[in-house]
């Protein structure tokens, strides 16, 4: 083991690929992707330029994995968990998953912006399972909860909640990235979430019409 590779891991027990991820998650949370560059990454890790292309094929894929452990420990970082079926109430469930997603998208859509101009580093990504929702990611997590609810009888049984979900998810990002395009745009208030959970439950149609 070289001094520098040495000194990168004293104290630590984590594997050289490992320390490599991590010190790219750290330039990933703190200025995004873009315009980050081996040189950038050798220095946070403490390591000589070279030793990241014994561990990766290329900064392609060493940022994948960093961007997929933030995605990670973002969610990790959340207080709570996500609603189960059959306990509290459907609004108040879906008013708590759209607090926690809101929640999620501000802590990661800041390093993500960039993600999309790289189509080598979404690439990689696609490689990767999604990182969120223990894998499913977070439609397949609402669709899920949704799905559990109809079979309780919570939810009507023709709702459409593949759609309901992705309402959702599209919502929060919509909310976020408005946000942080335009900071003079106010980020999304209670107020907002509870005219979603009613919109949701009752539609827009007047009760007469339904």
């Known amino acids: 083991m070289s001094p520098r590779r040495a000194a990168a891991l004293r104290g630590?027990?984590?594997?050289?690929?490992?320390?490599?991820?991590?010190?790219?998650?750290?330039?990933?949370?703190r200025r995004g992707t873009v315009g980050l560059t081996v040189r950038d990454?050798?220095?946070?890790?403490?390591?000589?330029?070279?030793?990241?292309?014994n561990h990766f094929a290329d900064k392609e894929?060493?940022?994948?994995?960093?961007?997929?452990?933030?995605?990670?420990?973002?969610?990790?970082?959340l207080e709570g968990q996500p609603p189960r079926p059959g306990e509290a109430?459907?609004?108040?469930?879906?008013r708590a998953y759209l607090t926690r997603a809101l929640a999620l998208h501000t802590a990661i859509?800041?390093?993500?912006?960039?993600?999309?101009?790289?189509?080598?580093?979404?690439?990689?990504?696609?490689?990767?399972?999604?990182?969120?929702?223990?894998?499913?990611g977070l439609r397949a997590e609402l669709t899920g909860y949704l799905r559990g609810e109809q079979e309780r009888g919570r939810v009507a049984p023709d709702a459409a909640v593949e759609a309901v979900a992705a309402l959702v998810v599209g919502v929060c990002h919509d909310l976020?990235?408005?946000?942080?395009?335009d900071p003079a745009t106010p980020a999304p208030a209670p107020a907002m979430i509870d005219d979603l959970v009613r919109t949701l439950l009752h539609g827009v149609t007047p009760a007469e019409a339904r």
Do not use: C, K, W
């Open 176 to 181: 976020v990235l408005r946000h942080l395009l």
């Open 89 to 94: 109430s459907v609004a108040a469930n879906l």
């Open 61 to 77: 894929e060493l940022l994948a994995y960093a961007v997929h452990a933030h995605l990670r420990d973002a969610e990790a970082a």
């Open 41 to 53: 990454i050798a220095r946070e890790a403490q390591v000589a330029d070279g030793v990241l292309y």
């Open 12 to 29: 630590g027990d984590r594997s050289l690929r490992e320390h490599l991820i991590a010190a790219a998650e750290r330039l990933v949370a």
């Open 109 to 136: 859509l800041p390093a993500m912006t960039g993600v999309f101009t790289q189509p080598g580093l979404l690439a990689r990504l696609a490689e990767l399972p999604d990182p969120l929702a223990g894998g499913q």
